[in-house]
């Protein structure tokens, strides 16, 4: 004791020094010499290249020991795992991506421009870069006349048809789209479907329904594109792109290298403005929009019933099964239907062939024959981390894999691993088997669409907010005035975000695309926010902590000194677990609710302006309406059907018989949830799935429905998954509950009365009411938590009748990066959760409470 403090131990001083050392030790140092050794971590969705990329990757290190290529595949929610990734920076972000699923990207800075390294000679070839690639598609991906990403193959959609359905209706090939049409009606009337087409949620976002729009749109609009072409003036007019270009409706490629002006993309869609010659260029409810829509509507009286409850593979087995004689697919299916009919038994096996989409000649307003859609296949790009020397090795190994040994190496490979190939090789000198060359060869020569009206420049949120409404207008449920109303509206609402985005002030001649990256450099944010840098958050809660232990330490004597220090120290890795995976992200989740905060770009801080978006957003409250119908449900279905398979189990007199049924009940728990949701998907597909089956084989074929796909089925449907709906964790509890319940309880009932219903609700109810309490809570924060299977089934769809706060949640962080707001929506979650909680234990109290 000095000066009426007490000393601290050596032992504690010195351990809390180590620790706070090994802490500071966790902030990396600037600068400092590279590794000898390199990694190289490439990350793609195209899991069919997988064997392809790993065997190229090891030739790679053979070449360049001490260089170690990984490859990463994420075939689902691609976009969002890498924004995640994008977010956390460092090593989470893979080298070489599908950059072009992070669009707007390449103009924040985020990338490698790879202009000036296409003019370096390619070590592997001793040749320019360029000369070994297809610079005709590499100049489609330019932006501000940099290149940034690279294809390694191309991809398109047309049309399959079985050769063998055709002839047995006497048609042949059509020319022209009334043909076409001709020949659906005759397909129709010889008993099988005309078109497949997947017609889900994610086929209109991401897939074939997205695909044809496009493909009907340029059509009608391509001759709009010179009206909103960057021009002398343009903050990014490239006079060898733009100088000599001419609209010429003959030339599919005739705006292929020309630049798009965002900013004038922008002003054509916005209302007219008197003095402004950019105003109101694109009209959303003139004649060319409705001939587009109404084209798209004859074409869908072909498709399959319950189309829109169907995905890809549903349509691959309507094709596969003769049933329908046409589908929609992509190029990528070629050696995909190769490689499975030769599983197929000789029998089942049918001859088919592909056309192009039959050009609408009958209208004045149609500019030409289709253009493609498709492009590049997979296409690769480098994220910048600011190390030169890293770079150095990622380019290298770019220009390896785009040799033609690379190239030929990657189809080789993907071909004896028994995989589709995406499309033709974008490598020159890398050539394919003859006969899937030959397939290849019907995609090739069209051109390719410039103007993409599927939202506006393809921001993710507007194209959601068109999904929504084109699934209703395709299904017949909202006129077509209407639609196109809200189509333009929901335009109108995504230039606002479009300008915070890119920073675009609406003059095409001034240059607003900012790079997000080099601008913070400039203005660097705090990097001390506890909220924001999470190692600096955990290092002042053990700091604290560490401070708490040495105070009590300080305070403790004797022998009672060496076992605080001890209990501390076994305390310490729990503590430090629960803080960092369990209170910082809450607390951070907290903070970033009242912030702005998007992918990139530092927080900042506006207070109650994301609570006020949330009581306005219409896609929410659509939720809340689901989700009261939805909890409802699942409510009665965890409490009232365990109950009662309870109280039958053990009203069996074989204890036996009891073992196996209680067994039986308890064995889908090792199931996955995720393999059970699929089965349930398969099980309601309208073509190919069990429950259609079934009814038709009973008789009732008029019953059948598109059980996913018809937005008055697809929440009943849902709510039905599961049946009977008896949980085993339910079951179990209810079961505990019940065999706890007195003997000498029962017996005294027994001398009033015999009756087994008046003895359940009259003892047994109440005497479990506990048990319902906690299944009642835990049901309630699970279904208000739960979001997956309304993704993996109709992603909120068909238009908003499955739509969920959880799932709008989630799309509003991940999908289109509003972090912010998505913190914001699951604080209001956990509000309400915290409500009902509290309110369902002052009402169910166990029956010793009462």
């Known amino acids: 004791m000095k000066n009426g403090f007490r000393t601290a131990s050596p032992t504690c001083l010195r351990g809390t020094v180590l620790f706070l050392c090994a802490c500071l030790l966790m902030f990396p140092a600037r600068g400092g010499e590279r590794k000898r050794n390199d990694i190289i971590k490439i990350a793609t969705v195209n899991a069919n290249y997988r064997v392809a ?35 956390g920076g460092g090593d989470q972000v893979p080298d070489i991506f599908n950059v072009n699923y992070l669009v707007g990207y390449e103009q924040k800075g985020y990338f490698i421009w790879l202009t000036d390294y296409l003019d370096q000679v390619n070590p592997y070839t001793g040749k320019p870069w ?26 398109e959609i047309g049309v399959f048809y079985n050769k063998d359905l055709f002839k047995a209706a006497g048609v042949g ?47 009608y609009l391509r001759d709009l594109f010179p009206l909103i072409a960057s021009r002398p003036g343009d903050w990014d007019y490239d006079e060898a792109r733009n100088g000599n270009f001419h609209y010429d409706p003959d030339d599919p490629y005739c705006d292929l290298y020309a630049v798009l002006n965002q900013e004038r993309l922008i002003n054509a869609v916005m209302p007219p403005e008197p003095g402004n010659d950019m105003r109101g260029i694109i009209d959303f409810q003139g004649e060319r929009f409705r001939a587009i829509h109404q084209r798209i509507r004859e074409l869908s009286r072909f498709f399959q019933p319950g ?34 009919f030769k599983k197929l038994n000789p029998e089942d096996r049918f001859d088919y062939g592909i056309f192009w989409f039959p050009p609408i000649t009958d209208d004045p307003l149609v500019q030409g024959p289709f253009r493609g859609v498709g492009g590049s296949g997979t296409s690769f790009g480098i994220y910048d981390k600011k190390d030169p020397a890293h770079t150095a090795n990622c380019v290298d190994f770019f220009m390896y894999l785009t040799s033609p040994e690379g190239g030929k190496m990657l189809i080789e490979k993907t071909l004896e691993a028994d995989q589709p190939l995406s499309g033709p090789s974008a490598i020159k000198g890398v050539k394919l088997p003859p006969e899937i060359a ?40 909202m006129p077509l005035d209407e639609y196109l109303a809200a189509y333009h509206a929901s335009v109108l609402r995504a230039i606002p975000r479009l300008q915070y985005k890119f920073g675009y002030d609406l003059d095409p001649t001034t240059p607003n695309h900012v790079d997000k990256r080099s601008d913070l450099a400039r203005n660097p944010v705090w990097k001390w926010n506890p909220f924001s840098n999470g190692i600096f958050a955990v290092f002042l809660i053990v700091a604290g902590f560490l ?67 949330l009581f306005t957003d219409p896609y929410l409250w659509a939720g809340v309406i689901n989700m009261l119908i939805m909890t409802t449900a699942t409510l009665l279905k965890a409490t009232v059907v365990p109950f009662l398979a309870a109280e039958m189990i053990l009203a069996l007199r074989s204890t036996r018989l009891k073992y196996i049924i209680r067994t039986s009940f308890l064995l889908p728990m090792v199931v996955p949830a995720m393999v059970t949701l699929l089965i349930w998907r398969l099980i309601y597909d309208p073509n190919i799935g069990m429950l259609n089956r079934l009814l038709e084989v009973v008789g009732l074929g008029g019953w ?80 208000l938590q739960d979001f997956q299977s309304v993704l993996i089934l109709t992603n909120g769809g068909p238009g908003l009748s499955t739509m969920l706060p959880a799932l709008r949640m989630y799309h509003a962080a991940f999908r289109f990066s509003h972090f912010g707001y998505g913190a914001a929506l699951g604080l209001a979650l956990f509000l309400v959760i915290l409500l009902i909680t509290v309110i369902n234990f002052k009402l169910f109290k166990p029956a010793e409470e009462m």
């Open 173 to 219: 090939v059509p020319e022209t789209w009334t043909e076409w049409m001709d020949t659906c009606r005759k397909l129709q009337d010889s008993g099988v479907v005309p078109i497949a087409i997947p017609g889900n949620a994610d086929s209109f976002w991401v897939g074939t329904m997205g695909w044809l729009f496009r493909l009907v749109g340029d059509a």
């Open 704 to 783: 059948t429905q598109s059980w996913l796909g018809e937005p008055h089925l697809a929440l009943p449907s849902i709510i039905f998954m599961g049946f009977p709906w008896v949980g085993a964790f339910g079951l179990l509890i209810y079961m505990a509950g019940l065999m706890n319940i007195p003997a000498s309880v029962h017996e005294a009932f027994r001398l009033e009365s015999t009756n087994v219903l008046r003895r359940i609700l009259a003892i047994d109810v109440p005497m479990v009411r506990g048990q319902t309490r906690l299944l009642v809570v835990l049901t309630f924060i699970g279904s």
């Open 438 to 477: 030959e397939k290849f060869d019907v995609f090739k020569g069209h051109g390719y669409e410039r103007l993409n009206f599927r939202g506006l420049a393809d921001e993710q949120e507007s194209v959601f907010e068109w999904v929504t409404i084109a699934q209703e207008y395709f299904a017949r449920r």
């Open 130 to 155: 360029r000369d070994t690639l297809d610079m005709a598609l590499v100049e489609r991906y330019k932006f501000a006349g940099q290149i940034y990403l690279i294809p390694l193959d191309y991809i």
């Open 307 to 340: 189309y829109f409850g169907a995905d890809d593979n549903s349509v691959l087995q309507l094709f596969y099964r003769q049933r329908a004689a046409q589908a929609f697919f992509t190029s990528a299916n070629i050696t995909a239907i190769i490689r499975d």
């Open 547 to 613: 401070l708490f232990v040495s105070y009590h330490t300080f305070r403790a004597q004797g022998t009672t000194r060496h076992l605080t220090i001890t209990a501390y120290t076994l305390l310490l890795p729990t503590f430090l677990l629960l803080c960092t995976f369990n209170y910082y992200p809450v607390l951070s989740g907290l903070y970033h609710a009242f912030t702005e905060w998007e992918p990139g770009e530092p927080a900042r801080w506006v207070g109650l302006r994301n609570f006020h978006t």
């Open 53 to 87: 990329l790993e065997a190229i990757g090891r030739r790679y290190t053979q070449m360049n020991p001490g260089v170690k290529v990984e490859v990463t595949i994420v075939a689902r929610d691609f976009e969002t795992w890498l924004r995640t990734r994008l977010e």
